[in-house]
């Protein structure tokens, strides 16, 4: 005999909805100590996965998603569509898959309160931050300070962790680098490797790792000698062991102090 296991898991949700077993077991353990767990809310990009659970509702990708929506981007387009339209494009694509979601977590076999559910878009909720955030100040427990943040220059608004690492990826950056003739010596120069080259007219000087070591080699090719970290060679030559060039000097930063 085999056992149909999702037959059984939605006899078994059928006999929980029938008794009320959510509510039934919210009256049987009144009394004793809470225990609060916050789920991810319904997100407005998919359907519930795993993920949702590890995260909290974000502003930004459910205004991009509006963006994208209404063919408008900034927050001048955003204006010229008032701001009350807008938000209220955001909640309903919020609770664009709130039924979905409703349903899935039912299938896992959860229990939740759907009927009073923690939404960070609900005006209850952000007038009860507002009050704590006025305890606090009552308190003398804020201040104001600086912080560098993450910026989107579209939205005019800072980015959370959570969004600045959206669809992060790593890109092939051009870098180059750059020669520094000693003044005593032209025929030596010290190398730099940089991705920002427009910076370097406003450089004043060179730093160097007191406690690195440095290698002075000639380079065949041009013949002149070059002063870099050798643990960089591949910073000026793909492929050392190919490379014609010959180390005649190797010392540690701190013998470059003063140059």
Known sequence: MSIDFPAEEESVLKRWREIDAFRRQVELSRGRKPYTFYDGPPFATG???YGHLLANTHGVPIEHEIDKKLGMSGSEAVEKLGIAQYNAE??????????????????????????????TLDATFMESVWWIFKQLADKDMVYRGYRVMPYSTALNTPL????????????????????????????????????????????????????????????????????????????????????????????????MKGW
């Open 47 to 49: 359907l519930p996965h």
């Open 160 to 255: 959370s962790n959570f969004e600045a690492s959206q669809n992060y990826k790593d890109v092939t950056d051009p870098a180059v680098v750059v020669s520094f003739p000693l003044v005593e010596d032209p025929n030596v120069c010290l190398l730099a490797w940089t991705t920002t080259p427009w910076t370097l007219p406003s450089n004043t000087g060179l730093c160097v790792n007191p406690e690195f070591d440095y290698i002075k080699i000639l380079d065949e090719a041009s013949g002149k000698h070059y002063i870099l970290m050798e643990t960089l060679l591949r910073t000026l030559y793909k492929d050392p062991k190919k490379a014609k060039f010959k180390i005649v000097d190797k010392f540690k930063g701190s013998m």
């Open 90 to 119: 955001c909640r309903a694509i919020v609770m664009r898959y709130a039924g979905e979601w409703r349903q899935t977590i039912e299938r896992l076999g959860r229990w939740i309160d759907f009927d009073n559910p923690y939404r």
